[in-house]
């Protein structure tokens, strides 16, 4: 087998489709054009909760222009979509629950004739009390929103007896902690073109993290088998999670079938944010006991997520949140409790760091202030706390073994003392600095009792090509490059040898969802199925064509050789015209992405680990926090692919710093306040440290046979603690509500009023 | 839920744009007038996408001045004791800072103009947009000092302050900026000046508080002349009049400052918004302003 512990890290091979994304040449899906093309648009809710009365398309269908108006009459098989249980309608009847519901939609020969059509669509509504919080949702009075009430699931793990040990602690200490409705902000908005088909199906060219979910949903709605829906969805404009769920598919689809004409559609910024996924705002309150040496002694935590009008996946995501809420620390009481909220607000559901985000700012956070409490280095108290490679996961589970938690910290507690000697000395007359570091533990895949299958197919084209064909998309995140890495290396062929296939539901396999940082790992556990007997039947062909042993033979660039050298050579070509049509080579398999083997629910297995640095400067007359550095030690296995490693962790660095400073889509009576990045602010290049490092722990466990964990989601998760703690480093200040509020800070610089400009000169 | 009330959503129509090339500033100004309330002026056009992005739908005409070349020009008077830039309201934001004379001139000006937008939004934005804006971040700046404005009325260009102009543009909508006036030298002096823009993130972002600050002071630290100017998000940008009275011919100690403090915490009245409280604005505005005059003496 593979030695797992080998560095690849030399590997700073440019993506195959790097050039076309930076060139802008490369066509999305989104850019497509067809022949007879409509342009479809959505109506969308006008109220956040409402019944409606009526609703009337007459002069919309009058409008010259307009090929077909769409209502809830028209859905012909289920009227619903949601990865876990269909309870999103695709066009609404009688009842809206968030502004993003849709009632219609129409296909009209331009995009202004479709906009003018659905402001001529009639809508008569009945308003209703919005709710517009969780806690307001939860009271006996609450109007109910959800078919069963407003309470769309709940989680919880115990362990030991907490409220004992809290009673003899020597510290406890008490927090809520809140965070944000964050938007994925992928460049890409939703969308595509939905073509009618001879045989009355459809091709599907729009992005999405799961072509086959989609396929099982689609069919679902519109009442026609599978095999008649074929999904084209790479490459994809990014998603994070975003575009897990089904979003325009469905009024595309139908719109399509009715006026047998290719439709498109592609979602304004606006029309996005309104409709669009967002990650869970989470209040979370924890009650963290601890003994005078800096034992953790208890840990509970309540946590309340608002989960919005549907359900999606938001059962999974608390389900993680509960799972990593104690992270990597080893605590012997433990009471964890999550509810996941129906309100009037936009839909939360998957996005990268799927609960770990909220839960982790809340544990980091809990670290630093009882380090401050018991006067103890936050280092040396995580040391005191955090797991042995061979303890248990956080839910008692067994999980593969891993001393990552350890080198994490250690690594990241030499960058913070070399960063703490010159940041004092950075700071000028108006500006005070500080560091801080966080960890976390993020488990990949889907997890213990979910049905998480991967796979793949490795096949010699008659042309001489080696096929490698997968189900995951390319959602920007590099996966191209990873398969190109892991076949080349693995078959010892070259990259001009190799055609990948993903993306179109037509001619890949399944491999499971492109999702829980799984893509890396499963191509690689794949591919250490497939190559022996794909090398073993194209060195068989080789080995009866020049009538050499076989064992003599291996795979090189073009084609075979002979170990040994001395010139042997048959290329692929010459290997593939001599194959009959009968003998085709093709190796597949299917597998499902490891998991723990203790019946524990949603437990994972494999897990990455992150510890991260972070220092900021802070404007102490505007209260401006400005982070200046953001470094991570990152322990996830063998690098596969050098700079798709470091863009994922500083891209999800950069995008948590957004989280933690400034991105919150903001509702005020359930309605977006941030419709536009005018107001929903990403951070912008200055916002970035102008350098980030990564430090690359390949280490694994002697005779781990599990290969490269993904780190899709690993860098994003423990930014907003170390930001925080930083902040508290150069204030005193403690930060528990996200985004960090400038006003709060410059409050908090100073309380003495007309003279608080003063108190910051030494 | 009963007592839930009925609405019903009118369909708005959406209207065809026309838009118009007058060559000269009379005929813009005769081809406003004509259509009144059902056209706009439009310059560099980037406010007026932005405010159809969140959903303003464009008048039926649209009268475009991009054809006035004369209001394109950016010239640099020297008469003696009067000497001035004037700026056509054409000029680009680009145009302006790139310009030799206002660089050199006006650092205050290229400081601010840096700060608004990106760079490819500077090609096009014009300066007589972003005062005509009403709360352009350039305003400030502008205020501090002391340029004068000029506009068409339909019967005769007038001259006047700026803050005079922001009061009549909201009166008489039909009114073309045409120049703006800043005076070199100022009061004979080699001013310290400063400007600052705070906002949400570092750059590419709406103002929460912008502040313009020009002041000179002899040796003993008596300031001989200032000017304070102050706007951010949807606040009319002023100058600060009682505190630059204040301040004047006064020698910079602690006490003064303070005083100087509460008085900008009470003449500055900022509006706030869903991300920003007004309280924040003045203390922002405040500890501005007071750190840069305390640099002054220490
Ligand atoms: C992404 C983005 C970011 C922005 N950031 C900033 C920022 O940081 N700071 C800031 O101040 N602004 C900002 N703006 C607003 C705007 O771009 C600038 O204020 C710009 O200077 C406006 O100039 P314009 O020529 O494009 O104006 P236009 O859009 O053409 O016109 C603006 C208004 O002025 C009127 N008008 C224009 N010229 C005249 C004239 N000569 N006489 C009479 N009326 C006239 C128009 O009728 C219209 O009402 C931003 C805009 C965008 C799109």
Known sequence: MHHPQQSNAKQKKIRPDGRSKVTGSLKYLSDLSFPDMLYGKIVRSSYPHARILSINTEKAEALAGVYGVITHEDVPGLNGFGIITPDQPVLCKDKVLYVGDAIAAVAATSIEIAEQAIQLIEVDYETLPVIDDPEKALKEDAPLLGKDGNVLHRAGHKKGDVNKALDESYVILEETYQVPRQMHAYMETEGGVVVPEEDGGISVYIGTQHGFKDRFQLSRILGIEEEKIRIISSPMGGSFGGKDELNIQPYGALLALKTGRPVKIHQTRKESMISGLKRHPMKISVKTGVDQKGNILAYQAKIVADTGAYATLGPAILDFAVEHATGPYIIPNVEVEGVSVYTNNGVSGEFRGFGGNQVTFALEGQMDRIAEKLNLDPVELRRRNIRKATDLGPLGQRIAETDGASNVLESISKSLQIKQQKSKRSETRYTVRGTGIALTMHGGGLGYGRLDPAGGRLSLTEKGKIEIAFGFEEVGQGIIAVIETIVTEELGCSPDDLSILIGDTKYVPSSGSTTASRGTSMVWHAMQRMKEPFKRLILEKAAAILDIPVMQLQLSNGGVIASEGGGTFISYEVIAKSIGDKEKIVVSTNFDFPTTPDEIDSGHFLYAFSGVLAEVEINVLTGNVRVVALDQAVAAGPVVNEMGYVGQIEGGGVMALGYTLMEEAKMVDSKYVTENFDSYLIPGIYDVPYKMNTEKIEKLAKGDPYGPRGVGEIGNVAVAPAIVKAIHDATGHWVSKLPVSSEEIVTAVSQRGKKRWKKVIH | ?298
């Open chain 2, 1 to 298: 839920m009963d007592n839930g009330n009925l609405v019903t959503e009118n369909a708005t129509q959406t209207l065809a744009t026309k838009v118009w090339m007058p060559k000269s500033i009379k005929e813009a100004y005769e081809l406003k007038v004509k259509y009144d309330s059902n056209a706009i002026l439009i310059a560099g056009g980037t406010l007026i996408q932005l405010q159809r992005e969140q959903g303003n739908q464009l008048p039926a005409h649209l009268i475009s001045l991009e054809k006035i070349d004369e209001l394109k020009e950016i010239h640099y008077f020297r008469t003696g004791s009067e000497n001035k830039v004037s700026i056509g309201a054409l000029s680009s934001l680009a145009m302006c800072m790139n310009h030799p004379i206002i660089a050199k001139e006006y650092p205050i000006m290229v400081e601010a103009i840096k700060g608004i937008a990106s760079p490819s939004i500077r090609n096009r934005a014009t300066i007589g947009g972003n005062v005509r804006y009403g709360i352009g971040d350039i305003i400030p700046a502008l205020l501090s000092l002391d340029a004068k404005v000029t506009w068409f009325d339909g019967r005769k260009y007038n001259t006047n302050e700026l803050s005079t102009f922001l009061e009549v543009m909201k009166k008489d909508k039909n009114i073309i900026l045409t120049q703006i006036d800043i005076p070199t030298k100022w009061n004979g002096l080699e001013p310290i000046t400063f400007y600052k823009k705070v906002g949400r993130r570092q750059a590419f972002i709406p103002s929460i508080v912008t502040v313009s600050l020009i002041c000179s002071i002899d040796l003993r630290k008596k300031i001989t002349a200032v000017r304070i100017a102050a706007g951010g998000g949807g606040t009319t940008p002023k100058r600060l009049v009682a505190c630059e009275n204040k301040l004047q011919d006064l020698v910079i100690t602690e006490a003064l400052l303070e005083d100087v403090y509460d008085l900008i915490l009470e003449e500055y009245k900022p509006t706030g918004d869903p991300f920003a409280t007004e309280s924040y604005r003045k203390s922002v505005l405040a500890n501005l302003i007071v750190a840069e005059l305390e640099q002054l003496i220490s």
